[in-house]
């Protein structure tokens, strides 16, 4: 992957995109430091649909989503209808 300050980034941008297409992601960097990456948009949309589950992998997933506390049955204490009134 080739690096490019920001301002080379910028300034050749064409050029930039094009080795992007031709040769894959593009770092860009600013002020020495890694900051972005210029990736072709069909590697970004397969990126994209690995990073998320789909619905049916979601559903059969033996992973809990959400921890719900469900009192005991039989516990609760029902109020009489005199109470009620």
């Known amino acids: 992957m080739k690096t490019w300050p920001v301002q ?3 300034a050749r941008f064409s050029e930039f995109l094009e080795k992007c297409l031709a040769e894959g992601p593009q770092m860009v960097t600013k002020r020495g430091a890694e900051a ?3 990736v072709p948009a069909d590697e970004w949309r397969r990126l994209q ?3 998320r589950p789909s619905l049916k992998q979601l559903l ?3 992973q809990a989503r959400a921890v719900i506390a ?3 049955r039989g516990r ?3 109020r009489s209808p005199s ?3």
């Open 83 to 85: 109470a009620l009134r």
């Open 36 to 38: 972005a990456v210029l």
């Open 49 to 51: 649909a690995s990073a």
């Open 76 to 78: 609760a204490r029902r």
């Open 60 to 62: 059969l997933s033996e």
């Open 8 to 10: 080379d980034a910028k």
């Open 70 to 72: 469900v009192p005991p």
